[in-house]
């Protein structure tokens, strides 16, 4: 429920797509302000929380850390902003994701390899689990 005196928790994840206990979790770690309390004790957040939690959840889903994201919305709060910071956080993010994806081939490869020495059930031994016995 809105109103002008606030946002409640459950409209606010909703508006958001952030779960309720993460918004909590964010509360208590300092990535959203700490919400005033109505007269009966619930939580009522700010409009602007929910843009605020949306740039949070779309860090978070870029790959960014909750030390990169507090940075991030320092910088996106401050009235200089420096877009080098941000310039190179996203350029280590995106090292990142192409080490990442080389691992992911790598593993492609092994366990395309694994996949085509099965015989679907029709050997003595089962050649995977064989491979992942030798593998450590």
């Avoid at 395309?112 to 450590?136: K, N, Q, R, S, Y």
Wanted: hydrophobic fraction near 40%; aromatic fraction near 6%.
């Amino acid at each position: 429920m809105a109103s002008s005196a606030g946002i409640r928790i459950g409209a606010l994840s909703r508006q958001s797509g952030v779960n309720i206990e993460t918004i909590r979790y964010y509360e208590r770690i300092g990535v959203l302000p700490k919400a005033p309390r109505s007269s009966g004790g619930y939580r009522l957040y700010r409009h602007g929380d929910v843009a605020r939690l949306a740039f949070v959840r779309r860090a978070r889903g870029l790959g960014f850390s909750l030390d990169d994201v507090r940075e991030l919305l320092t910088l996106a709060d401050g009235k200089s902003r420096s877009c080098q910071r941000v310039y190179n956080m996203a350029g280590g993010r995106l090292a990142d994701v192409r080490a990442r994806l080389v691992d992911l081939r790598r593993l492609e490869g092994v366990l395309v390899d694994m996949v085509a020495t099965c015989a679907e059930g029709t050997l003595p031994v089962c050649p995977i689990l064989d491979a992942l016995g030798h593998a450590a």
